[in-house]
C-alpha cells in the first residue's frame, strides 16, 4: 500500500512539473498593460453576444433563453482587483479604461502597449451550457499571447 502511495505520489509531482514547464511566461519590460473594464452590464452584454454567436454558427442549440445568463456576476469585480493587484506586485505599468475609453484608445494604436480584455467561451455539453470567462491579452496589433482565467493570466506574466 505504501509503495503505491509513492508511485502515486511521484506521477503526481512528475505531472505537476510538466505542467509548469508548459507555462509560457511572457516578459513585458516598460510595456503598458491597457485594461478594458467592464461594468456588470457590458460583460453580460458580452456574454449574451457570444452565446447568440454560438447559436447562430450552431456550436449550441437555439433553445437557450439568452437573456437568462444575464447575471451582474460579482465575480468579474474580484478577477479585476486580482489582476490590478497582481500587476502593482510585480511592478507592471496598467492603466483601466470604461468600453468607450478603450474603444478610443485601440483607434490611436501605439507599439508599446499590449491589451487586457475580458471574453467568454460557450460551448454545450449533455444538456448544459457552458460559459467560461477568460481574460485575453492581445498585442497591439490584436494577436492574443494569453488566453487564461485571471490567475493564469498573472502567472505568466513578468515585469522583467
Request: zero cysteines; charged letters at 35%; aromatic letters at 6%.
Amino acid at each position: 500500500m505504501r509503495k503505491m502511495l509513492l508511485i502515486i505520489l511521484t506521477l503526481v509531482t512528475i505531472g505537476m512539473l510538466n505542467v509548469k514547464a508548459q507555462l509560457k511566461e511572457i516578459h513585458l519590460g516598460d510595456t503598458l498593460v491597457v485594461i478594458e473594464r467592464l461594468t456588470l452590464t457590458e460583460a453580460d452584454d458580452k456574454k449574451v453576444d457570444r452565446i447568440k454567436s454560438a447559436q447562430a454558427d450552431g456550436i449550441v442549440s437555439g433553445s437557450w433563453k439568452v437573456d437568462d445568463f444575464r447575471k451582474n456576476d460579482k465575480r468579474l469585480e474580484e478577477d479585476y482587483e486580482r489582476i490590478i493587484s497582481g500587476l502593482k506586485k510585480k511592478g507592471i505599468k496598467f492603466k483601466e479604461l470604461n468600453r468607450q475609453e478603450f474603444s478610443n484608445h485601440l483607434i490611436l494604436g501605439t507599439e508599446k502597449v499590449v491589451y487586457l480584455i475580458n471574453d467568454y467561451s460557450v460551448r454545450e455539453e449533455k444538456n448544459f451550457l457552458i460559459i467560461t470567462r477568460t481574460f485575453k491579452l492581445l498585442t497591439s496589433d490584436k494577436k492574443v499571447l494569453l488566453d487564461e482565467p485571471a490567475t493564469g493570466i498573472l502567472k505568466q506574466i513578468s515585469g522583467t
